[in-house]
């Protein structure tokens, strides 16, 4: 039996997963979970989610929750398979370990924030409020700032490799960018955007997006 | 010799994101045991993490940083799992865990208690008690605190069911998972023990975990913070 994947399209942090399956070069089975009925509620699923949440990994007698501990555990499992994707040395595997936090921390929860105004709830026929767009954006700038001038001395996050960290930052940008039309920001940070430009045009990225529309 | 970077004031109430609670405190008493090591406070009431000195090291004017010669690191999760890593052999038994999917299982749970714990519950729930007590002198707002405090319940039934099928979160094994909660825990032991003490297996947890004597340490050296 081999890896199995339990989550939605409609979740980046399941999308997260598959696109980095599809680096490593691994086979998996996607088994869809409806969100829209909450399936991700029923007493069979919190048997192996307590917190309701896509995704979930299978793998053998694993079963394992949370996105980034899913990545980090497929990267190290497979790695010298497909792209590396932890960095070399420890202190390159720091660095990337630093970034997938910074992705945690101060990218995602704007991000998620404005998607969630943006994008999920006019889907759910409910009016965005501006206000919360506004100062998530605000929020959010500021770190692409900060993301300006790392990527202005290095291609990639954590160095001159892609990594899990960059790797991370592909499903939530392109729901804010593509879907939620929020390129502008991107696009007033030359190197921000090339950096965009570079990741979203992996392979792996382009595969699974085209299964989401 | 490694040098970290830790708050002077552990509460500054124009920059509420920068307060830190989480792990480096526990974790340095180890680094301590292992080599030259400094503590290094960063005055964050007088604004020293927004300094160009500081801004150069972590642009996002954060703290724990770990200086190491010229090597940085932030994110205190980064820095903790870099410690660990470096210094396995000096740490407690299986802090990371011993196999592949030990590894794993222990992230999930630090990942757990990063997402379900610290940024949705604990961490505004701490804040909204330090700012009342400590620094506006006032009662809690009951309107905030009532939804966090069902979040941090709803967390702690799981944990609960969790810690009747093993001794520690992520198996039978103290790790990084159960380190990186154990401040938090003496946080709400002082302002709302029932959270803790109402639940059998978390409270023998929350026993075990704060007699260890490194948790000690943490809490003499540590002896500033505001405690009621």
Redesign the interface.
């Known amino acids: 039996m081999g890896i199995i994947v339990l989550g939605s399209y409609l979740s980046p942090y399941t999308l997260r997963v598959l696109i980095e399956l599809e680096e490593l070069g691994v086979d998996y089975e996607l088994k869809l979970v409806n969100l829209k009925q909450g399936e991700h509620r029923t007493p069979e699923f919190l048997k192996m989610q307590?917190?309701g949440q896509v995704p979930v990994l299978q793998d053998g007698e694993?079963t394992?929750?949370?996105s980034?501990?899913?990545t980090?555990?497929l990267a190290?499992?497979f790695d010298g398979q497909g792209t590396p994707l932890l960095g070399k040395s420890?202190?390159e595997?720091?660095?990337v370990?630093?970034w997938?936090?910074?992705e945690?921390?101060?990218y995602d929860?704007p991000l998620i924030s404005i998607v969630e105004q943006v994008v999920w709830t006019p889907s759910w026929g409910k009016t965005t409020n501006e206000e919360i767009v506004a100062a998530e954006m605000a929020k959010l700038e500021k770190?692409l700032d900060?993301y300006e001038?790392?990527l202005t001395n290095h291609k990639y996050l954590a160095g001159d490799f892609f990594s899990l960290a960059d790797l991370g930052h592909l499903p939530g940008t392109h729901l804010l960018v593509n879907i939620g039309k929020k390129g502008a920001i991107f696009a007033a940070r030359p190197h921000l955007n090339a950096w965009w430009e570079d990741i979203s045009s992996r392979p792996s990225f382009k595969k699974i997006m085209a299964k989401t529309s | 010799m490694i040098r970290i970077l830790e708050p002077y004031i552990p509460l500054c109430p124009e920059h509420p994101e920068q307060v830190y609670l989480v792990c480096p405190p526990a974790l340095r008493t180890w680094a301590e045991q292992v080599e030259d090591f400094e503590l290094v406070k960063v005055d964050l009431a007088a604004g020293e993490q927004l300094k160009p000195e500081f801004l150069a090291i972590n642009?996002?004017a954060e703290i724990p940083v770990l200086e190491w010669g010229d090597?940085h690191?932030?994110?205190?999760?980064?820095i903790a799992?870099?410690i660990a890593?470096?210094f396995k052999e000096q740490g407690p038994e299986n802090f990371l865990g011993k196999t592949?999917?030990e590894?794993?299982?222990v992230?999930?749970w630090?990942?757990?208690e990063?997402?379900?714990f610290n940024?949705s519950a604990f961490s505004p729930w701490v804040m909204e008690y330090y700012l009342a007590y400590y620094e506006e002198k006032r009662p809690v707002r009951e309107e905030v605190i009532a939804p966090l405090r069902a979040r941090l319940e709803k967390f702690f039934d799981?944990v609960e069911?969790?810690l009747s099928k093993s001794k520690f979160l992520a198996g039978e094994y103290y790790t990084m998972a159960d380190m990186n909660i154990a401040p938090s825990l003496w946080h709400i032991m002082n302002f709302e023990p029932e959270l803790i003490t109402s639940r059998k297996h978390v409270k023998a947890w929350y026993e075990i975990l704060t007699s260890r004597p490194t948790f000690k340490k943490m809490l003499e050296a540590d002896a500033g913070w505001p405690l009621l």
């Open positions: 307590p917190f694993l394992l929750f949370e980034r501990a899913i980090r555990y190290e499992k420890m202190k595997k720091a660095l370990n630093q997938v936090e910074v945690s921390q101060n929860r770190v900060i001038v790392q | 642009p996002f090597f690191l932030y994110e205190s999760r980064a799992r870099y890593e470096k592949l999917e590894r794993a299982v992230y999930q630090i990942e757990s990063s997402h379900q940024d799981r069911a969790r």
